[in-house]
Nanobody, 124 residues
Framework: QVQLVESGGGLVQAGGSLRLSCAAS????????MGWFRQAPGKEREFVAV????????PYADSVKGRFTISRDNAKNTVYLQMNSLKPEDTAVYYC?????????????????WGQGTQVTVSS
């Protein structure tokens, strides 16, 4: 079965940076659209970024555009999320998702597989 394991979360001060990683197994990674979503307490899971199979198309949520960068290494079956200029409102559990559709703003039901999530906390 598909396994997605996120890492790299933690506590950081506002203005700082973190890089999340998601190691995938049990799927043909190079053929899979990959995405990052996040969920803050009391809120719905929301789209952050998505990356096409080749990495050539990378839509972002408006709230993170210019600060976050999604990338992938198909040789390592890993997708990354580089997060810079972090804000307290970025605090959430971040989830990696696989086998999705590539649109400008995908929704959680558009993805078939999910990781367990990694906590990102940004202090002010």
């Amino acid at each position: 079965q598909v396994q997605l394991v996120e890492s790299g979360g933690g506590l950081v001060q506002a203005g700082g940076s973190l890089r999340l990683s998601c190691a995938a197994s049990g799927l043909t990674f190079r053929n899979s659209v990959m995405g990052w979503f996040r969920q803050a307490p009391g809120k719905e899971r929301e789209f952050v970024a998505v990356i096409s199979e080749s990495g050539g198309f990378t839509p972002y949520a408006d709230s993170v555009k210019g600060r976050f960068t999604i990338s992938r290494d198909n040789a390592k079956n890993t997708v990354y999320l580089q997060m810079n200029s972090l804000k307290p409102e970025d605090t959430a559990v971040y989830y990696c998702a696989a086998d999705g559709v590539i649109t400008s703003s995908p929704r959680p039901p558009d993805f078939d597989s999910w990781g367990q999530g990694t906590q990102v906390t940004v202090s002010s």
